[in-house]
Structures are given as C-alpha cells and as structure tokens.
C-alpha cells in the first residue's frame, strides 16, 4: 500500500516537474486549481472509506456474498458521484479560480487543467478509487500495486508528451499534464475493473522466486548459474482471487448504500474541510505575489511525495483493524494500528534530516529560478518541523476510518483547521511579523494538534466497539 501510494502521488509531483518549466504562473495555475481538484478526489476517498469499512468487515467475518453486494452498491455511488463532479466542475472552473484574487494569466491556465481533471477525470476517479477500495479491503494488496505500476509506466512520458508536444501528440502546455492523468488513470480504473469482475488476483512470488535462484546458485558452472536465475524471474502470478464482484441480480440497496455513505460521510467532510482549508491559506499567501504561490503550489508537492507512507500505513492497519474487527479480535486490531505508528514516526525522523540537510536542492527538482529556490526552500525547512505529526496523525487517523469510526477523525480535523490553523495563519504573518513564514508556520501547527488529539481519541479505545 505504500509503494501504491507513493506511485501514485508520484504523478502528481512529476507534473509538477515538468509544468515548472513553464514558469511560475503554470504552476501557480496547477496548484490552485489542483487544491480545487482535492475537493473532487476527497469526496470520492471518503466514500471509499466506508465502501473499504463494510467489505473489510464482511471478509473478516468470511460473508463473502455480503461483500460483493457492498461491492455492487459502490457501483451505484460511483454514478450519482460522477453526474454530479462533472457538472460542478464544468460550471464553476473560472469563477472558483476567479474568487482567489489570482492573475488573469494563473487564472485562464488553472481553469483549463481544472475542466479536464473535472470534465473527463471525474468517471476515471469514481471507478478507479472504487475498484482500489474494495480490492485492498479483501486483503489483496498487490493487484492495486501492480496497476499503480503499469499505469504509472504510461503517465510520465504521455505528460511529458502532452505538457511540451513530442511526436504525434500536440503540445498543450499545463492542460496536457491533466490529460495525461486522466488518460492513464483511465487505464488503471479499467484494470482494477476487470481484476474485480473476473475475479483475479496478482500474487507475490519473492519466497519462491528466492529460492528458486538460491538454490540454482549453487549448481556449477557459470552457464548453469545463469541459467538458473534467468529460470527463477516470476515474481508475480495469477490467482483466483478472495473475491469476485458480479453484478448479476443487482438490485439497488438503498439501506446499505447509506450504511457506506453515512461510513463514508465524515471521512469525506475531513478530505474537503482539508481541502477549503488550504484553498483558504492559498488565498492568504496570493497577496505575497505568484513566486510564493508558487512556492507553496510546488511544496504541496513534495510534501505528496511523504503522505503514501503514513497512508499506505495507515490504510493497510485499516484494513487489518476492520477484518480483525470482523473476525471478533479487537486487541489484534489495536496492535497493528500501533504498529504501523511507530514505524510511520521513524520513517518520517528519516525524511526530516533529509530535507533539513538539503532543502534548496529538493526544489531544484521541480524549478531553479533564484527567487523560488529561495523562498521554497524556507518553506520547506518550516514544514519539517511537522513531519512527525503529520505522520502520526494520519496513520492514527485512517486506522480508526479503517475501522469504520469516521466522525472523531473529522471533529478533529474540523478543529485543528479552522480553530487553531486558521488563526494563526492569521496572526503570525502580520501580528507576529513573521511574514508569508508565518502562514506555513501555521499550518505545522494544525498538524501538531490533529496528532495530539487523534492519539488522545485513539488510547480511549472507543473505536474499537464501533459499530458499521
């Protein structure tokens, strides 16, 4: 799950690299209106959440038919979500842009990347966050991974392709960085389609695969060696899967399609509150002028680069607390929750003495201009200083959704957002003269408080008895 995360944020960040050598207004552009294009991905990922809470439970408890129904009601979701994401998108793309106070120039490129993220990528979202929910919450893992892989194979030179024009395909500038997401993102969802409704599954051969190649080793000759690790390459295979959706005798079952959405409901409100939040800080940083914008747009980005560690960890003790819970073993729930923490907490000390050693040539990845190098640097040295608790609270925080307990989580986020994070993005800038500083210092610590209080929920031990 982390290595599915970490590639799939890994698009997000290699547009950003190649749209950075456009100039600072397209990836001001991007940036804004991808803080838009959260809101489209956070309503579909908390729906997943509750989608992933039910069929994570039914298999547990080994009711595979109750499973597949969750799975065939998802379907129905992904629907009503798509009519409606296309419509709004379509609709608002500029006067959402417009009510940021940004430059005609920002404006015109983020409404273009904006109506093709909403326009053509909301089907491929739905779809795609729907086939990876259920198949990681039956406990399969390395399919979601092994797609991730392959449409990812596809995205990186398709956005370069599309961003500066190369070969037969046009040269559409940060609009083409969109398209190349949708396009390969298409690929994915209709792999994860398929691998649910045939019912395969991709399996891990690293033991086999091992051992094979050791025990070849040892046989003589150079050839034979050769020979022997050439005969042990299968590293994956596939199976028969724990679940095959189908979608005969579909009925609509409009009381479980509120057990996912009511599940799914405050883990949505949490991704979007997120998002308004720093749709919000974006427009406190607009008046510092399009190189902090910039700065902050590119630093959302590197900062993407660290979240599938804490996700991936987070939404996998997920998945064991809820079929732990299913299978009546709450205290294995617990544990691997606590265990997925402290490892999240070691892997994010590792990612803080990186970037405090070498902040101003992480940047250079993305963009070399003096004056962005500068500020984005300082930027990234404040964020940090939160690392830790971001880490903390998101493993903590999508354990406990994972479990199915979705409302403390947003509470909590509701909270650190606009009672502690927005007022001190408004005091410490000016008040305390910290500058546009002030307003990322802010942020660390909305960060510092979410983590507190979601490890003060979690030790309560309430989740645990949540029923879905």
Request: aromatic letters at 8%; zero cysteines; hydrophobic letters at 55%.
């Amino acid at each position: 799950m982390m290595v599915s995360e970490g590639l799939y944020m890994l698009g997000i960040s290699i547009d950003m690299v190649w749209v950075g050598r456009l100039g600072a207004a397209a990836m001001a552009g991007i940036g804004v209106a991808g803080i838009y294009a959260g809101f489209q991905m956070m309503i579909m990922t908390g729906l997943g959440v509750g989608m992933r809470a039910l069929v994570a439970r039914a298999v547990g408890a080994g009711d595979i038919a109750l499973a597949n129904r969750a799975g065939q009601q998802a379907f129905f979701i992904g629907l009503v979500y798509t009519v409606v994401m296309v419509a709004l998108g379509l609709a608002l793309a500029e006067p959402l842009l417009r009510l940021m106070g940004l430059e005609e120039e920002v404006v015109r490129l983020g409404a273009d990347y904006m109506r093709i993220m909403f326009g053509l990528g909301s089907v491929t979202v739905a779809y795609w966050m729907i086939g990876y929910a259920i198949l990681q919450a039956s406990g399969d893992a390395v399919t979601p991974l092994v797609i991730v892989i392959l449409y990812r194979i596809v995205h990186i030179p398709l956005s370069y392709a599309l961003v500066f024009g190369w070969g037969i395909f046009p040269e559409m500038g940060s609009s083409g960085a969109a398209m190349a997401n949708v396009i390969s993102r298409g690929i994915g969802m209709g792999l994860a389609l398929w691998a649910l409704l045939a019912g395969w599954s991709v399996q891990l051969e690293w033991e086999r695969w091992l051992g094979g190649w050791l025990h070849r080793r040892a046989g003589r000759g150079p050839l034979g060696r050769l020979g022997g690790f050439l005969a042990g390459w299968r590293i994956f295979s596939l199976r028969q899967g724990r679940l095959r959706i189908t979608l005969r005798h579909f009925r609509l079952d409009l009381p479980m399609v509120w057990r996912m959405v009511r599940v799914g409901i405050p883990a949505s409100v949490m991704g979007v509150q997120r998002s308004l939040g720093m749709m919000v800080i974006a427009f406190l940083i607009a008046p510092f002028g399009t190189v902090a914008m910039a700065a902050h747009s590119l630093l959302q980005r590197v900062e993407m680069l660290l979240m599938p560690v804490n996700l991936g960890l987070g939404m996998a003790s997920g998945v064991l607390a809820g079929q732990n819970l299913g299978a009546g073993q709450p205290g294995r729930a617990g544990r691997s929750s606590w265990q997925a923490a402290a490892l999240s907490v070691g892997l994010m000390l590792l990612a803080t003495a990186v970037v405090l050693a070498g902040a101003e040539n992480i940047v250079r990845i993305f963009n070399s201009e003096p004056g962005l190098v500068a500020v984005a640097g300082s930027f990234l040295r404040i964020s940090a200083a939160g690392f830790l608790a971001m880490g903390l609270g998101a493993v903590l925080g999508q354990s406990l959704s994972g479990a199915g307990d979705t409302l403390p989580p947003m509470v909590i986020g509701i909270i650190g957002a606009w009672a502690v994070q927005l007022p001190l993005a408004l005091f410490l800038p000016g008040v305390a003269g910290l500058g546009v500083n002030g307003i990322r210092w802010a942020l660390v610590g909305g960060l510092v408080f979410q983590a507190v209080a979601t490890l003060a929920y979690f030790r309560s031990g309430r989740w645990l008895y949540r029923q879905v």
